[in-house]
């Protein structure tokens, strides 16, 4: 069984900072492209920010310039740093992550880890 692990939520005030981290069971598991996603009280859920195996980023236009997703080191392991966080932040993160083993892409997801950013 592979699980993916969030952990680094909390309450923040706005302007303030977290770090979320998101680790697999098996450290021989590697995925191609590892997200964060979130979804915020009535709302569905909203692709964050994702990384490949080359390093290459996307981000959502609201988070852009005050959140960075990064891979260092390991491959099973990815971050999401946040940075002057907004109200609108709030919400239950979660990490994914997608890759191919022969012909089958395999995809994974933690269990989610909740922000919240008082005013």
């Known amino acids: 069984q592979v699980r993916l692990e969030e952990s680094g939520g909390g309450l923040v005030q706005a302007g303030g900072s977290l770090r979320l981290s998101c680790v697999t069971s098996?450290?021989?598991?590697?995925?191609?492209?590892m997200a964060w996603y979130r979804q915020a009280p009535e709302r569905p859920r909203e692709l964050v920010a994702s990384i490949t195996n080359g390093h290459g980023t996307y981000y959502t236009d609201p988070v852009k310039g005050r959140f960075t997703i990064s891979r260092p080191g390991a491959r099973n392991t990815v971050y999401l740093q946040m940075n002057n966080l907004k109200p609108d932040d709030t919400a239950v993160y979660y990490c994914?992550?997608?890759?191919?083993?022969?012909?089958?892409?395999?995809?994974?997801w933690g269990q989610g880890t909740q922000v919240t950013v008082s005013s």
């Open positions: 098996n450290s021989r598991l590697s995925f191609d492209t």
């Open positions: 994914n992550g997608k890759g191919m083993w022969g012909p089958n892409q395999y995809e994974h």
